[in-house]
Antibody, heavy 116, light 107 residues
Framework: QVQLKESGPGLVQPSQTLSLTCTVS????????VSWIRQPPGKGLEWMGV???????DYNSAIKSRLSISRDTSKSQVFLKMNSLQTEDTAMYFC??????????WGQGVMVTVSS | DIQMTQSPASLSASLGETVSIECLAS??????LAWYQQKPGKSPQLLIY???SLQDGVPSRFSGSESGTQYSLEINSLQPEDEGDYFC?????????FGSGTKLEIK
């Protein structure tokens, strides 16, 4: 079955770079697109970006200058890198498979706290 | 960016009742709307896509509809397991955007 699992550090210092990994199983990254979505504690969802099945990317313009999404198809992994982290970047970070127009499979999420 | 205005922010209803949650899009999104349910500490789960299509495995008491730029999620015969947060999401234009969420409490 399709599974996605996020991993990464739980604590990042302000101004540092966040690196997260989404490991997928049950689907091929060369025929599926994966998005990153985050959710600050007690708040709503923010779409961050997507890596398409062809390897192209699209980002939310609000954070585009700080964000990079890449992948390693041989390892079935998708990566998120975001620099210049601030306290407002504290959130649960999810990766999700992007179907035609919706997210049908989600990872469990990884909580990232930005604090010194 | 397309704004999704979701209402109400919270509601409380009794077992067996019917409730409706709405999302108003700031422009036409041509039925490119999904609804998700999220329970505490869990990831969102897809309920409805393309405004009214029921995701596999989702109970038929969930339904979606649209009228112009207004989209609605209706839950009939409320069950205890329906308690949680509900979000709408548009996929017509980038950036993809979500509604602010509705917290549903079952009395």
């Amino acid at each position: 079955q399709v599974q996605l699992k996020e991993s990464g550090p739980g604590l990042v210092q302000p101004s540092q770079t966040l690196s997260l990994t989404c490991t997928v199983s049950g689907l091929s990254l060369t025929s599926n697109s994966v998005s990153w979505i985050r959710q600050p504690p007690g708040k709503g969802l923010e779409w961050m970006g997507v890596i398409w099945s062809n390897g192209g990317t699209d980002y939310n313009s609000a954070i585009k200058s700080r964000l990079s999404i890449s992948r390693d198809t041989s390892k079935s992994q998708v990566f998120l890198k975001m620099n210049s982290l601030q306290t407002e970047d504290t959130a649960m970070y999810f990766c999700a498979r992007k179907g035609e127009a919706y997210f049908d499979y989600w990872g469990q999420g990884v909580m990232v706290t930005v604090s010194s | 960016d397309i704004q999704m205005t979701q209402s109400p922010a919270s509601l409380s209803a009794s077992l067996g009742e019917t409730v409706s949650i709405e999302c108003l899009a700031s422009e036409d999104i041509y039925s490119n709307l999904a609804w998700y349910q999220q329970k505490p500490g869990k990831s969102p789960q897809l309920l409805i896509y393309y405004a009214s299509s029921l995701q596999d495995g989702v109970p038929s008491r969930f339904s979606g509809s649209e009228s112009g730029t207004q989209y609605s999620l209706e839950i009939n015969s409320l069950q205890p397991e329906d308690e949680g947060d509900y979000f709408c999401q548009q996929s017509y234009k980038f950036p993809l955007t979500f509604g602010s969420g509705t917290k549903l409490e079952i009395k």
